[in-house]
């Protein structure tokens, strides 16, 4: 299996968690995931993890990961798996709401829509400093407004904010093109079916690892 390594830890996570290096074509794409486990380690649990960030040499990683894994640490990676963002060539006005999750889950998203001229909103409660001029920060007291304003919306939340906050996707008024993000345990990726990941969107279940963990709104 690929092997990756833990290079940087951070204490802050709204920017990111961790610095990983491994093969170019293991870096995740946004809303894609690897599954990670330390070899060395009595814990057999697989942990998704996510980027914020491609790097020259790995990725700037947006999950948290375990205490455990310090700088040095060989981890194995298997994927990238899942379904990802997919932000529209046309959107122009793209927000991106970190709902109950650090902002990290997103911002592997603000090169793309910069790239596409579009204006940018975050829209979370605590943003991280060093994010380009062009992005505009938003409380999620905003959201509403926000999703008038938008006409993409990439949301990331996790299970129980899912359900306590949405629901369903009729509870909010999301622009035509929005997608979700759900963060869950995914232990075995698919492989073991154990539905540990499962999800309800709109009153079906589903599997997070392999149905999502994006799923269109
Ligand atoms: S993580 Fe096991 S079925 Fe999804």
Known sequence: MPEGRITERFLEERRAAARISCPPTLVPAPGQYLLAYNPASNDPLAVAVFSASP???????????????TPGTSIHLRGPLGRG?????????VALVAD???????????PLALKQDAAIS???????????????IRPMAALEEICHWADY??????????????????????????????VAPMP???????????VEIS????LACEDGPVFTL
């Not at 963002?85 to 006005?93: D, E, K, V």
């Not at 996790?158 to 035509?176: D, F, I, Q």
Request: proline share 8%; with cysteine; charged share 20%.
């Open 153 to 182: 919306l990439a949301l990331a939340v996790t299970r129980e904010g899912w359900r306590a906050r949405v629901g369903n996707s009729r509870a909010l008024k999301v622009p035509r093109e929005a997608q979700v993000l759900i």
């Open 85 to 93: 963002f997919a932000l529209p060539a046309a959107a122009r006005r």
């Open 122 to 136: 975050l829209v979370c409660n605590n943003p991280p400093e060093d994010l380009p001029n062009d992005v505009e």
């Open 55 to 69: 790097l020259a040499d790995g990725f700037l990683a947006a999950s948290s990961l375990p205490a455990a894994w």
């Open 100 to 110: 109950d999750v650090p902002p990290a889950y997103l911002l592997g998203l603000l």
């Open 203 to 206: 009153e079906e279940s589903f």
């Open 188 to 198: 075995c990726g698919g492989l073991a079916k154990c539905g540990v990941c499962s």
